[in-house]
């Protein structure tokens, strides 16, 4: 109830006090900082992922810096020693102004990040885009194989999408879904949600494709581990994924230790407030865990 009752509140107070809790979600303002977060994960044992914060730009000059700062980015990435992994948003790209624009955008990163050997994943984002973005991935996917993207299991949709992508052993992070749809083509019970979940991992291991599972639910994590045991699948066939932040580290530790991999998502930038703000709804311990926190003396 304390959480929840700061998370109703966050919208009232300071900015400094927001970023002050929010420091645990977000890897800094600039690219720097992010370097270093994801090399501390790595001596931790578990790959990275780095994001720039920000989607839905309004004009064409906004998505012309974000498609500039991503190609900064791919030149920092590659020559740090980190995983080679850069997640991006087309709306961030313009994909919400003009799809030839989001188009242009994003295959002149993907064909720098070819270059440089580093992957890049094209996030999803909500149900107005869909279509555009897996027939944008399909399209670039022909000539970059370095590419992956995104399924969310509460899309009615998805398992057709899936059995596309794992057809043409595509790259693919399976996660739950965040944004607010419609019961019309989104499940809205959780049990709904997990057991189609689960529906989706099964059926990217069981066609030899590589999965991203995506997720800090508990019953997700353990049922994705008996699909895998069941199927005796081969490590490098797959990954767990974990939001930067999110407080299941001992249980991220515990996979490292059994030879799973996990991946971190390392967002970064001057958008930090309004991602803070999402993750923080969706997780309301952290808000009681950070507070609690800048009240204790070492």
């Not at 790209?93 to 992957?119: C, H, P, Q, R, T």
């Not at 083509?185 to 494709?209: P, W």
């Not at 967002?267 to 865990?289: C, H, I, M, Q, T």
Request: aromatic share 8%; charged share 25%.
């Amino acid at each position: 109830m304390f959480n929840k009752l700061i998370v109703t509140l966050m919208p009232l107070a300071p900015k400094f006090i927001v970023k002050m809790i929010s420091k645990r979600y977000i890897a800094g303002e600039d690219t720097a900082s992010a370097m270093v977060t994801c090399q501390k994960l790595k001596d931790q044992g578990f790959l990275t992922t780095v994001d720039i914060l920000g989607e839905s730009v309004t004009s064409n000059e906004q998505a012309l810096e974000a498609r500039d700062s991503y190609l900064d980015l791919i030149t920092e990435v590659s020559k740090n020693n980190i995983a080679k992994n850069i997640s991006l948003k087309p709306t961030a790209m313009g994909l919400g102004l003009s799809a030839d624009l989001a188009n242009e955008y994003i295959a002149a990163i993907v064909k720098k990040a070819n270059e440089a050997g580093v992957f890049i994943r094209i996030d999803m984002e909500d149900s107005p885009y869909t279509d555009q973005t897996l027939e944008m991935y399909d399209r670039l996917r022909s000539q970059y194989p370095q590419l992956g993207t995104v399924i969310q299991a509460y899309m009615h949709r998805s398992l057709d999408d899936v059995k596309q992508i794992a057809a043409t052993k595509g790259n693919l992070r399976i996660c739950k879904g965040i944004y607010k749809e419609s019961p019309q083509i989104a499940y809205q019970d959780a049990d709904e949600i997990r057991q189609n979940y689960l529906k989706l991992v099964k059926e990217m291991l069981v066609s030899g494709a590589y999965v991203g599972i995506a997720t800090h639910d508990p019953v997700l994590l353990d049922g994705s581990l008996q699909i895998i045991n069941d199927l005796k699948i081969s490590p490098d066939k797959y990954e767990f994924q974990a939001l930067l932040g999110v407080p299941i580290v001992k249980r991220l530790e515990e996979l490292t230790s059994k030879g799973h991999r996990v991946r971190i998502y390392v967002p970064f930038g001057s958008e930090w407030y309004a991602y803070s703000s999402r993750r923080l709804k969706e997780n309301p311990d952290v808000a009681g865990y950070v507070l609690k926190n800048l009240f204790v003396t070492n």
